[in-house]
């Protein structure tokens, strides 16, 4: 076991680097980087001033070589592009994120600020997905066939044919505009610090039930589904006669033979479920409701060509990920004995 540990985390650094030279690579090509961005904003705003002074402005016709020479090195485009990226896996190495290009903060701050949004969206999802699909999933394998089974499955399927931003939108044209039961856009209402402790609780489940409804509808279908069709495989092997032959109920049964061995799938997937849950932001979701989370983040940064920001979140997560993983492989030694990754 600690040898295939061991092997794991080594294969870690060349999948790590190899996703972090690709997208480095894949950066070098792309048009319109922070350079030029800062160049064409600096142009505007001038452009803006001297039209109202009735004045001509020089920058728009042109840059200053050493001006320009100055810009790149204050983003650090004056070195070649492999002494950037040796410099960056130096900075990753010390888990120094960098500094963002535009927004004049450390990367650990920025996702420091944009994690309760996204925490706040990806547990609820978690929980309500695992709390409720797991038992719904049991019930309707033990109920197979049976018009419970039909009409849950219906009713899952079509949730999980609607795309969540498009769930999204009905739920707020309905139950934010024309009902206005629900708000329309935040995480908390402007007075929060204002309010007790009781009421703070309340405004915040009432800011947060559209979009974690939004959210769910895709992960409960698929967590329900997959848990009712491992019961039904495992429900059908001679072990499951077996001990009903020695007659045993068939609450034993179920939840003392069947349960184990049906949730293999399920818990092997919890890991990284539950740290998906922490670091996943999504972008359609966020900003159809006005939430400022990890996924508007990448977004925006990826559009503003804030460099730091987009590699160092990369890194982050990829890590994350690999970690992840491995967990999620060791558990299946946890919950079954019989794997060996010998």
Not at 12 to 34: C, D, K
Request: glycine share 10%; aromatic share 12%.
């Amino acid at each position: 076991m600690l040898a295939y540990i061991a092997k794991r985390l080594l294969l870690m650094l060349p999948t790590l680097l190899g996703v972090l030279l690709l997208t480095f690579a894949v950066i070098q090509f792309v048009p319109g980087g922070p350079v030029e961005q800062y160049l064409a904003e600096a142009r505007a705003g001038a452009g803006g001033s001297a039209e109202g002074s009735g004045l001509a402005y020089r920058g728009a016709q042109g840059v200053d070589p050493q001006r320009l020479a100055q810009i790149k090195a204050l983003y650090g485009f004056d070195k070649p592009a492999h002494e950037r990226f040796i410099q960056m896996l130096g900075q990753f190495a010390r888990f120094d994120l960098g500094r963002s290009f535009f927004q004049n903060k450390d990367v650990w701050q920025l996702v420091r600020e944009k994690l309760p949004v996204s925490i706040s969206l990806g547990l609820w999802t978690f929980f309500i997905s695992y709390l409720v699909a797991v038992p719904l999933g049991v019930a309707k394998a033990v109920r197979a066939g049976s018009r419970f089974d039909l009409v849950t499955t219906l009713l899952i399927l079509v949730g999980y044919a609607i795309p969540g931003f498009v769930l999204g939108v009905a739920l707020l044209v309905i139950f934010g505009g024309q009902l206005q039961w629900f708000p329309l856009r935040g995480l908390t209402s402007a007075n929060w610090d204002e309010l007790s402790w009781g009421a703070r609780i309340v405004d915040y489940l009432w800011h947060i039930a559209l979009p974690v409804t939004a959210m769910v509808a895709g992960s409960f279908a698929v967590t329900a589904m997959l848990t009712k069709n491992a019961f039904l495989e495992e429900i059908r092997k001679q072990y499951v006669l077996t001990a009903r032959a020695k007659g045993l109920s068939e609450r034993q049964v179920l939840y003392g033979h069947v349960f184990r061995n049906a949730l293999i799938p399920i818990v092997t997937g919890f890991p990284a479920a539950f740290i998906g849950a922490f670091f996943a932001g999504s972008l359609l979701i966020e900003t159809l409701f006005s939430l400022d989370g990890l996924g508007l983040l990448s977004y925006e940064s990826v559009i503003r060509r804030d460099y730091p920001v987009v590699l160092g979140t990369l890194y982050l997560f990829t890590l994350i990920g690999l970690v992840t993983k491995l967990v999620s492989d060791l558990c299946y030694v946890w919950v079954d004995p019989r794997v060996k990754f010998d």
